[in-house]
């Protein structure tokens, strides 16, 4: 629910179908872009959701809307036509600032690139998202170096970008998502920038935090090692959910599995 300040709650809340379970839930959601000269649809009425706790691949061709469908989920583009609800809320109600605040607080993301400052050292950049959404210093970096700990590189804690790894530098963006006990990880081609060793490691990692710690995460990858990994491997093709394989299968009635 939304309390009189704008903030959404932390605990799950239940949705128009009632299942409580069901952390994300979108229907019939629509995206279309103005190049300028024509009109491309993105998403043509894209049904989605996903359990809490569950670890779930979006996979397709390239152009094919996993990207934007993550985009339009997780609040940063907002949709054209149909219906986001994250936690039981939907998102279209939120005003703007709402809608950000929420993303700070119950939101994590992990890209390709890393986007990692490079005048600050590994800490530093975990600790930032917290600073900037008011946390105090002191307790911004106890949090940071238990964020690091958890991804390993509690002995990397002083170092800039520059003297870490591909795989070390991802880790480091991994912190950054998880520094705020987020609800929902989101990852956009978390393993694109790595070599497959490296890779292997890091969804090992990702696997361990979404066992351990609960997590749900919700992975756009062309890598079907990465697949491999997940609970279940949602297919998009031409901006639509096309079918779907794994054992938790939580998408709404009418989506093809097998």
Not at 47 to 57: C, H, I, K, Q, S
Not at 101 to 113: K, T
Request: glycine residues 12%; neutral net charge.
């Amino acid at each position: 629910m939304v309390g009189r300040d704008g903030d959404v709650a932390a605990t799950a809340a239940t949705g128009a179908d009632g299942a409580a379970d069901r952390i994300i839930r979108a229907e019939g959601v629509v995206k279309t872009y103005d190049t300028g000269t024509s009109k491309v649809q993105a998403l043509r009425g894209v049904d989605f959701a996903v359990e809490r706790g569950e670890m779930v691949a979006v996979m397709g061709p390239s152009g094919c809307g996993k990207t934007t469908l993550l985009n339009c989920l997780s609040g940063l583009d907002q949709v054209d036509a149909g219906t986001i609800w994250l936690e039981g809320q939907d998102l279209a109600k939120l005003s703007d600032r709402a809608r950000t605040d929420y993303r700070a607080r119950r939101m994590g993301f992990i890209f390709q690139v890393y986007n990692l400052l490079p005048v600050l050292n590994a800490v530093e950049n975990v600790e930032l998202p917290l600073l900037v959404s008011g946390v105090r210093p002191k307790a911004a970096r106890v949090k940071a170096e238990e964020a690091l700990a958890t991804v390993g590189l509690q002995e990397w804690a002083r170092h800039r970008p520059a003297g870490l790894s591909g795989g070390q530098r991802q880790r480091v963006t991994i912190a950054r998502a998880l520094v705020n006990e987020p609800a929902i990880v989101w990852g956009d081609e978390p393993t694109g920038a790595l070599d497959s060793k490296t890779a292997n490691e890091l969804m090992e990692l990702l696997r361990t935090l979404n066992e351990r710690q609960g997590l749900t995460l919700v992975l756009v990858t062309h890598d079907a090692g990465v697949g491999d990994r997940c609970d279940r491997i949602v297919r998009m093709r031409d901006g639509q959910v096309v079918g779907q394989t794994g054992h938790r299968l939580a998408v709404p009635a009418g989506v093809a599995t097998g």
